[in-house]
T-cell receptor, first 110, second 116 residues
Framework: RKEVEQDPGPFNVPEGATVAFNCTYSNSASQSFFWYRQDCRKEPKLLMSVYSSGNEDGRFTAQLNRASQYISLLIRDSKLSDSATYLCVVNRGGTYKYIFGTGTRLKVLA | DAGVIQSPRHEVTEMGQEVTLRCKPISGHNSLFWYRQTMMRGLELLIYFNNNVPIDDSGMPEDRFSAKMPNASFSTLKIQPSEPRDSAVYFC??????????????FGDGTRLSIL
């Protein structure tokens, strides 16, 4: 079992739709959580950190569920420009290492 | 503010040649990471440094790969001799990390490496 798992998708959604991705992690000692966005042939870019109480940034909402060991990303009012791969990243407690999921592909359709 | 700077952006070379990739982390960051990304294998962590010291090189595929960080503002990843299967995008990332690890990584633009 991978330490961080994501549904690879693709998720094809119409413009304006709401879409949610989940990411599960296996190491209960994980302490820090992030969502990154990666466009084709580009570097991963930080989308948002995920805080214990949940956090929102515009159309994007991130949640952490420590009991079930997953994080989620909700995108409201999807735009064509949201089309990308979304990577879940977990930092192992007690190390400097970041574990990346394989990513979830999102395609927003006109 | 300057981000992570990698060079070269693209490298095309023949099998057997030595390849050196370079990275300048964000000033003040104390951790540096080298990743490789391919369609088949996704994003793989090769090695990471903390305070210029290699902490975990278990992801380095074989002895042909080596990495150094002589100071806080510079790191190299070397492949010698290179092989076609080394073709990939190589990313460098840096962060201000602690054992609690709550700071995100920031990536450079990557080096697209093609070995013919």
């Amino acid at each position: 079992r991978k330490e961080v798992e994501q549904d690879p998708g693709p998720f094809n959604v119409p413009e304006g739709a709401t879409v949610a991705f989940n990411c599960t992690y296996s190491n209960s000692a994980s302490q820090s959580f992030f969502w990154y966005r990666q466009d084709c042939r580009k570097e991963p870019k930080l989308l948002m950190s995920v805080y214990s109480s949940g956090n929102e940034d515009g159309r994007f909402t991130a949640q952490l569920n420590r009991a079930s060991q997953y994080i989620s990303l909700l995108i409201r009012d999807s735009k064509l420009s949201d089309s990308a791969t979304y990577l879940c990243v977990v930092n192992r407690g007690g190390t400097y290492k970041y574990i990346f999921g394989t990513g979830t592909r999102l395609k927003v359709l006109a | 503010d300057a981000g992570v700077i990698q060079s070269p952006r693209h490298e095309v070379t023949e099998m057997g040649q030595e390849v050196t990739l370079r990275c300048k982390p964000i000033s003040g960051h104390n951790s540096l990471f080298w990743y490789r990304q391919t369609m088949m294998r996704g994003l793989e962590l090769l090695i990471y440094f903390n305070n210029n010291v290699p902490i975990d090189d278990s992801g380095m595929p074989e002895d042909r790969f080596s990495a150094k960080m002589p100071n806080a503002s510079f790191s190299t990843l070397k492949i010698q001799p290179s092989e076609p299967r080394d073709s990939a995008v190589y990313f460098c990332a840096s962060s201000l990390a602690s054992i609690g690890g709550n700071q995100p990584q920031h990536f450079g633009d990557g080096t697209r490496l093609s070995i013919l």
